[in-house]
């Protein structure tokens, strides 16, 4: 199977999401690093905001469940951009692979990056700085 490289690094989250979709969708596996580095557009107190409901939102037993960590974050804003409840779309989802920086294992390979999603506005926040304060423990790098 193809395997596509990709850096986050100062690609809007959302943009990069609905590319990745597409390339897991046409059965290729996708590999995202630096999720941390993602970002998301708009005022970062608003964002904060929409992203703490959402996390606050729901019984801790029974969800909705919505992760804290960058690199869930990330493959949960990828999920929403696939029809995971049928069986292309839940094959399309486990070819997607993201972590937050560049393991070992492909240190040596090269990186695409998106070009429609690197497009910043002067507000923004990165995904890493999100899940700080939404009280995610401190990444270590």
């Known amino acids: 199977m193809e395997r596509i490289f990709i850096d986050a690094e100062n690609q809007i989250a959302g943009r990069l999401a609905s590319k990745v979709a597409k390339e897991s969708l046409k059965g290729r596996y996708v590999i995202i690093v630096n999720a941390e580095k993602a970002v998301i557009t708009g005022n970062p107190k608003f964002v904060i905001k929409r992203y703490f409901e959402m996390v606050s ?65 002067s507000k923004f926040i990165t995904l890493g700085k999100l899940s700080e304060r939404l009280g995610a423990k401190k990444l270590t790098a």
């Open 57 to 121: 939102r729901g019984d801790p037993y029974h969800g909705p469940f919505y992760p804290k960590v960058p690199d869930r974050m990330l493959k949960r804003i990828i999920r929403g951009m696939l029809p995971h409840r049928k069986p292309n779309g839940r094959m399309a989802f486990r070819r997607i692979r993201v972590y937050n920086s560049v393991p070992e294992e492909f240190s040596k390979e090269t990186f695409q990056r998106m070009e429609s999603g690197s497009r910043l506005s």
